[in-house]
């Protein structure tokens, strides 16, 4: 067990039987009142926000959480098989540990995944990804209005909307947190 005063930002506590990842730790001394540490946690399962105050010497539970690279190499009903960059060990992981990005990873893509004993209890994908479009509209002659967007399919069955230029077999690239067209790919 370790005390409220060792707690870092991004740690990750066993709170309430939950685990819970510190987003914001503060040292707090008011006036005449006793100091203590104000945190702002976030469930790791639920992504729910937790707000609470621990006294200074309050014991707490700091996980132990390994966090690692792994190659993504296929879907498995709602998990993910993943494999260990250097042991070659290969995992499944809950695909919602991905949350909505998981909709543009692609095979053999790298990815980080946190395990806490031999739980995956956190996943993340790069910030972006370079897909090809397998069907779009094709542009129509002429229409050369800045800024408008037409919906197209990406590799991975994600639909995302791309400017008018874009056409079948270009590779874009795509911000997974968002869904949204970055650039046309270079090369």
Do not use: C
Request: no cysteine; charged share 25%.
């Amino acid at each position: 067990m370790a005390k409220a005063s060792d707690v870092k930002n991004g740690n990750i506590l066993r709170f309430n039987g939950e685990l819970v990842q510190v987003e914001e730790f503060i040292h707090r001394t008011p006036g005449n009142l006793r100091a203590f540490y104000q945190a702002r946690m976030r469930n790791v399962k639920t992504g729910k926000l937790v707000e609470y105050r621990f006294r200074t010497d309050e014991e707490v539970d700091i996980a132990r959480v390994e966090t690692n690279d792994y190659q993504y190499l296929y879907e498995d009903g709602d998990s993910l098989v993943i494999m260990d960059n250097a042991t070659y060990d290969q995992h499944n992981v809950p695909k919602s540990l991905f949350g909505p990005a998981v909709r543009f990873l692609k095979e053999g893509m790298n990815v980080i995944v946190a395990f806490e004993s031999d739980e995956a209890i956190m996943g993340q994908i790069p910030g972006s990804a370079e897909l090809e479009i397998t069907y779009t509209e094709p542009a129509v002659k002429g229409d050369t209005s800045s800024g408008a967007l037409k919906m197209a399919t990406v590799e991975t069955g994600a639909e995302i909307r791309v400017p008018l230029f874009i056409n079948i077999g270009d590779r874009v690239k795509v911000d997974t947190a968002t869904g949204s067209y970055v650039e046309r790919a270079k090369g």
